[in-house]
């Protein structure tokens, strides 16, 4: 989930896919934006973010993920991996 657009949405996106590749989870991935991340929500398991959006996400049934940085996939698969492995 990014702020406004779908840049930095995109960018996680495409590593969490990495991330879950490695791992050897399947998933469907979305990329959001914080207008659209309540709609979302209601079907995620998980929700990946930064810690400056998590209050936007409101309330939801997701592990809300905080990643520090979207281009670390060591850093999403380590979190996915807590949150949807075995």
Same mark, same amino acid.
């Given at each position: 989930?990014?702020?406004?657009?779908?840049?930095?949405?995109?960018?996680?996106?495409?590593?969490?896919?990495?991330?879950?590749?490695?791992?050897?989870?399947?998933?469907?991935?979305?990329?959001?934006?914080?207008?659209?991340?309540?709609?979302?929500?209601?079907?995620?398991?998980?929700?990946?973010?930064?810690?400056? %959006?998590?209050?936007?996400?409101?309330?939801? =049934?997701?592990?809300?993920?905080?990643?520090? =940085?979207?281009?670390?996939?060591?850093? %999403?698969?380590?979190?996915?991996?807590?949150?949807?492995?075995?």
């Amino acid at each position: 989930m990014c702020g406004v657009g779908v840049g930095t949405s995109a960018i996680l996106k495409v590593n969490a896919e990495r991330a879950l590749k490695r791992l050897e989870i399947e998933a469907n991935v979305v990329a959001t934006d914080v207008a659209g991340v309540r709609a979302e929500a209601a079907d995620a398991q998980v929700i990946l973010t930064s810690s400056e %959006l998590v209050d936007a996400i409101g309330k939801t =049934n997701a592990d809300v993920i905080v990643i520090t =940085n979207y281009f670390d996939v060591d850093e %999403l698969a380590a979190k996915l991996d807590m949150a949807l492995g075995s």
